[in-house]
């Protein structure tokens, strides 16, 4: 007795939320995933490292044999938790286009889980087999060599996934988004499309990345010193953008920081970097160039202060530093969350004397995503009867499903889903299934998991008021102080100055253990109630407070 | 002998950041202050409900007498610190136009200041006499009503301060900003200007108010449910854009949240808010009111939790709730800092189901601030000698600078300073003078200033990976413990999850302290030490690590 086929697809990650791309793909006990990336904490995610998609339901269910994980393009957001997913599947054949595959490979290096990691790879543009699945990658745009979608057979019809993408008819790289591919899907019938959201507010058309090449050489035209370029490590277009305008002006390029020197190397490597002959030098020999023969390549344009520019921002790197007539570009737009420390940033590096370009100023950066106008020529191009926006945050994702409805969508075609909520495709149509979990998972220096909500609201309060604790020893026999209360208090006033609060502190404790010495019950209880009021009194705050109780 | 007349100018707040405006002008130990704003803290700032400019070495100052405070309009960032100024200066008298005194003396009346505070007022085009100076009002556009600028006379020509302004031609209130006067200064020749840099990376012409009206009228228009406008309580034009608005869609206005409704009524009892008729409800009766006949405004734009907009969004709020079809409109743009907040507030009022229309999508904000032309508009219509850029942060400050020195300004003669540093105008033209200290003085609770940044610091490390105590007992004979230790942790891991981990720190605590019990020395140092290299081995986090060491 045959059943009728169901294809699942399950988004891990990727929605709700600009990150941790992530979803898997599933039919009759096979399955396979596209991309798991990571995403950056939000501000008040404190001491978070970075978030994975919790795919930990996924390592338990054994009623699936999953065959691969295919890799869209190289990006953080879709590469960066790799070493998590291989820990969690050792076995699992990784399939990536050269560059993208070249990225993974230096991460699963720092990680030391290279050797045993089945990495394969394909060309943009090929048909994969993975396991009974039949996939055809197609080339798309983005801001990264590269990249690609997939066009996914099933027995209800092509599934296709867009991957991060705009339509630049002037790329960097040359080769544009496979209008011809996605047409003949579309001219099959394209079932369902799973399209990226991520600029669903912005109207127009993104502009191309040769926009970048004419900013930047007029920006290279004025400069009279050094030029110092911040970018995302893995944005390897603009450090071929960059590396072509130096040439025109004759300066050599030094690549600075851990991360953007190998992803540069890699790419070279692979020929997706041109830097023929000795235009790429050594810090060295670049500190003893003339300041008008040399460009600098660093990381931190999203204000990290560990990354180079806020080293240099801060005067902390150990072989820059900044000088009056240094020309800084920052070729990047603040990820939401950010703009305070791009800005502080800025700043700092004007005190300091350079003149500092960034987008406000110069078209120095332009989007990797798609606008509303590519939004609709996607859709045009390949007609899907069903459309599942992702990648995005809540309000993309609706907007662009009124933007597909407008378009001519059926208003129930178009199905804004969350992270973990299955879809069903069978000869029924389309259906919303199981509900998985679909959330944070926190990563904390080595710990995975360990951190969670009640951990992050400790810090939270921690944060906003600093804690107090008094350690006080009582004489078992009457009940009574044997000795001064000890205070450690951090976060909350500073101690040196509030010489007056601390004895009222010591004087409230000392009373209410006193006058309570025959009470027999919580001591502890009746310290910190007493406290917690003399200090919201007196300061209009909420410390955590604790008392620790020796009975002697 | 007379001496030479100097006069100078210091800054004490408002240069190199947007907020805590203030500056004060003297001479021959007169001298008169312009604004007393606040500041929003940066998201780092972890605790601070606050930030007020740094008076204190004014209130040390036995060489000159105050005048007076004049304010140019009505918005926190020029009026936010009156209470701290008149607890500082009691006898202080303070000038101001009609509405923004009325702002005062809601701020004034809730501080419990009110009574004995000297509260004058002038209407903007009056000429004012603040002790030995004379200034001449001038009224400029913003996005408040009864704003003011001042020309300043001084025996080294005019000195023109602009405040906040745009020059808007079609503005709410129909008052412009006051071309014919500063023509006027300008053929007397105006000595230093002192004007607004906020928007100085932003390209042509600040749209006027009036298209804010023709997009709301569009949304109004399109919206078949209940509308929710959000913005800032004192925005007064917006208040009165919605309620024009709402006249003609024929929907009744409830005005929520104290401070907007106090602002409102202020604003309506002195004319600046025309809302004749039962146009106005309160909540009650808006709330019997069938969905497409009412429209609230409410606090919240900035995606604040304790405001209206966020207790929606957390469903929250008493006496409202989100309801599907719902159109919900952030007439605001978020403050540099705000936006992961704004839109994480947007993204839950979408999945509750509202509609939410912000400034991406519609016209329903533009900046009350003057771009790139305007600026160009303003020296040129003044034609000063020299010009001090200020509101701004320093890239803001900068790009003026290099704007005026563009329109025409000898390089020498823009000068962009710091907060705190004095500006000498003398017969001799302009110097920099003395430099006062310009800090921040945190407001957290009830204390001003006793949070400085070592207790930030130690509120940034706790938030970041928390902190965990031992407290132990040990035998004063045999230097050897007597019960187990105990351990107080908060914000470094979920200790519920962690009794393995915890009885690994109990045992390395036992095994320190009885293997070096005959050690006199600094045993809590022993404790901390290994404790903090077992944690940071085992995770890979630093939290504050405090001992107890109880000899008994």
Chains 1, 2 share one sequence.
Not at 28 to 36: E, Q, T
Not at 93 to 119: C, H, S
Request: proline share 4%; glycine share 10%.
């Amino acid at each position: 007795m045959a059943t009728e086929p169901i294809f699942k697809i399950t988004p891990i990650g990727g929605l709700g939320e600009i990150g941790k791309n992530m979803t898997l793909f599933e039919m009759n006990g096979d399955g396979f995933l596209i991309d798991c990336g990571i995403m950056f904490p939000a501000n008040d995610m404190h001491g978070v490292d970075y978030i994975i998609p919790d795919f930990r339901w996924l390592e338990e269910r054994d009623d699936i044999v999953l065959h691969g994980c295919c890799y869209t393009h190289g990006h953080e957001d879709h590469i960066g938790a790799v070493q998590h997913l291989v820990q969690a599947f050792p076995d699992l054949p990784l399939f990536a286009t050269p560059l993208t595959r070249g990225l993974l490979q230096v991460k699963l290096k720092n990680a030391r889980l290279l050797k045993g990691t089945d990495l394969r790879s394909f060309d943009a543009g090929d048909e994969l087999r993975i396991g009974p699945f039949k996939l055809h990658s197609f080339h798309v745009c983005h801001s990264i060599p590269d990249c690609v979608g997939f066009g996914i057979e099933t027995p209800l019809g092509m599934v296709v996934h867009t991957g991060d993408y705009k339509f630049d008819n002037t790329p960097v790289h040359g080769r544009k988004t496979d209008y011809a591919r996605l047409a003949s899907f579309a001219r099959r019938g394209i079932t369902l499309l799973l399209a990226d959201s991520t600029n669903a507010d912005k109207s127009g058309w993104t502009q191309s990345e040769a926009v970048i090449g004419e900013a930047l050489d007029r920006v290279f035209r004025n400069a009279t010193g050094r030029i110092m370029v911040a970018t995302f490590a893995s944005l390897i277009s603009r450090v071929q953008q960059v590396v072509n305008v130096a040439r025109i002006h004759k300066r050599k390029v030094c690549i600075t920081g851990y991360t953007m020197s190998e992803y540069a190397k890699i790419a070279r490597k692979l020929g997706y970097l041109d830097a023929e002959g000795d235009i790429l030098v050594d810090i060295g020999r670049a500190q003893s160039l003339p300041p008008h023969k040399v460009v600098f390549m660093v990381t931190g344009s999203q204000g990290e202060p560990s990354a180079v520019l806020g080293k240099l921002a801060a005067g902390r790197h150990r072989q820059l530093d900044i000088r009056r007539g240094d020309t800084i570009i920052l070729s990047s737009h603040p990820i939401p969350g950010n703009e305070e420390m791009v800005y502080r940033t800025i700043n700092r590096l004007i005190e300091r004397g350079a003149d500092v370009i960034y987008d406000a100023i110069e078209a120095v950066h332009v989007s990797g995503h798609a606008c509303q106008e590519e939004m609709r020529l996607m859709l045009n191009l390949t007609q899907p009867k069903y459309l599942v926006p992702v990648h995005g945050e809540i309000r993309h994702l609706h907007l662009h499903a009124k933007l597909a409805r407008e378009n001519g969508i059926a208003r129930d075609n178009v199905i804004t889903i969350e992270n973990g909520t299955t879809i069903e495709l069978s000869k029924n149509g389309i259906a919303i299934g199981e509900r998985m979990p679909g959330g944070y998972v926190f990563v904390d220096g080595s710990g995975v998991g360990d951190v969670g909500p009640a951990v992050i609201r400790d810090r939270e309060i921690l944060a906003r008021d600093g804690f107090m604790l008094v350690s006080i020893n009582i004489d078992h026999a009457t009940g009574k102080l044997i000795d001064e209360p000890r205070i450690i208090s951090r976060g909350f006033v500073y101690l040196k100055a509030a010489e007056d609060f601390l004895d009222q502190i010591r004087e409230n404790v000392t009373a209410v253990v006193n006058s309570n010495h025959n009470v027999n019950g919580n001591r502890r209880h009746l310290v910190e109630d007493s406290l917690g009021k003399l200090i919201y009194s007196e300061t209009k705050r909420r410390p955590m407070i604790f008392s620790i109780v020796n009975e002697i």
